[in-house]
């Protein structure tokens, strides 16, 4: 029997590969409902060639404009065009589905995500806020549900996959590897004048340009520090970032024992996508492989903290208080964009990070959820207020 994949983010760099695995496995999946921001062109080629039973965009107005072409294509779909937070929420609850991929990028993915996790639907998980901002609401809630959350970003999928039939009691640490980005072994002052251009060519990974100059400010491993320590349960002090240039390993894991176990492979999202899909079970991929004798050497640097503050802050942020990590998720998403648009330089990126982490949110250092998105409106507010 097929299982019903609902696909929140299906337009982004994850939804799309998941599509093409869906397409290459169709024997094994159904696509039961599709989920994006606003992009209508993209979202209405996957209506018509995966025919699911609803589709939504989050903006109203693109919903609208998709309905009007999704009807002069009624022949060929049956497909219902939904909007806002309410369809997102919807689509994360039908009955029918099996497992939901929460892919879309920003906090826009948290309530969504906990409606699936109330509703009893499993989790292939790409979407790092849910747990860098709600992890001590989300992974109580899936212990309360028997929930399986399957991590999708290849480190965390490679620790999954060390810690299958291990005893978590005797995890020593996590090493959660990072290729280092497009500026590695650069120093603070080499980064003054780096261009938008030079942030996007990202040595290893195609992804999309948010992450990619996350990645290049390595806030985006301090995103992925938070997310480790929710979903394996250890202290955010036992998970370590080693660089690792290459991208072959694609994290660690050390036990007491003093053994380390990794999982290797070419960087290719499909292998950890796939293997959340088909919930930690393994199935032929016809895409190549490594070729352990073309290796040369595997580099593993530490990270310079100095030049990249990304990881230092999010793990501060983390031992301030756990609204801190909303401040932290919250205040990059904006400089982030700001980098984009040209209206500041790289190194400003944590600048404004800096700046928001100094606001007074101690009321609510454990917050709920409406506190947490509130938190996020606050900072969004106060950084367009001063940069």
Not at 13 to 19: K, P, V, W
Not at 147 to 155: A, G, I, K
Not at 256 to 278: T, V
């Amino acid at each position: 029997m097929k299982r019903n994949l609902v696909i929140l983010g299906s337009t982004g760099s994850i939804g799309t590969q998941t599509l093409e695995i869906v397409k290459d496995k169709n024997e094994d999946f159904a696509v039961l409902a599709l989920a994006a921001y606003s992009n209508v062109n993209l979202m209405l080629s996957q209506i018509i060639e995966f025919n699911p039973d609803y589709a939504v965009l989050y903006d109203k107005d693109a919903a609208f404009e998709l309905e009007k072409l999704v009807k002069e294509h009624s022949a060929e779909v049956n497909t219902s065009v939904l909007s806002g937070m309410d369809g997102l929420e919807f689509i994360s609850t039908l009955k029918e589905c099996d497992m939901v991929v929460a892919a879309m990028v920003g906090m826009i993915g948290i309530r969504p995500t906990i409606a699936a996790v109330k509703a009893g639907k499993n989790i292939a998980l790409a979407n790092k806020e849910t747990l860098v901002t709600a992890g001590h609401i989300i992974v109580p809630l899936c212990k309360e549900n028997n929930v399986t959350l399957y991590p999708v970003d290849s480190e965390h999928s490679a620790i999954y996959q060390c810690l299958k039939a291990q005893d978590p009691c005797m995890i020593d640490k996590i090493l959660l590897t990072a290729s280092g980005g497009p500026f590695l072994g650069r120093k603070y002052d080499d980064l003054k004048d780096v261009s938008l251009e030079d942030a996007l060519k990202h040595p290893n990974w195609s992804m999309g340009k948010k992450i990619t100059i996350d990645s290049a400010s390595l806030v985006n491993k301090g995103l992925e520090v938070i997310e480790a320590r929710w979903l394996f349960d250890v202290k955010i002090e036992d998970v370590e970032v080693v660089v690792h240039p290459e991208s072959i390993i694609h994290s660690m894991v050390q036990f007491k024992d003093n053994a380390i176990l990794a999982q290797l492979g070419l960087p290719d999202m499909k292998l950890p996508i796939q293997y959340a899909l088909y919930e930690g079970n393994r199935r032929t991929m016809p895409e190549r492989k490594v070729d352990l004798f073309s290796l040369s050497k595997l580099d593993f640097l530490k990270p310079d903290h100095e030049t990249f503050k990304g990881i230092r802050l999010a793990v501060d942020s983390y031992r301030r208080g756990y609204i801190y990590t909303t401040v932290f998720n919250a205040s990059n998403e904006m400089a982030n964009r700001f980098f984009q648009e040209g209206r500041i330089k790289f190194l400003q990126i944590y600048d404004i990070i800096e700046d928001a982490l100094s606001l007074d949110f101690d009321h609510c250092r454990i917050p709920s959820l409406d506190e947490i998105l509130n938190t996020e409106q606050e900072v969004y507010k106060y950084i367009s207020s001063k940069y």
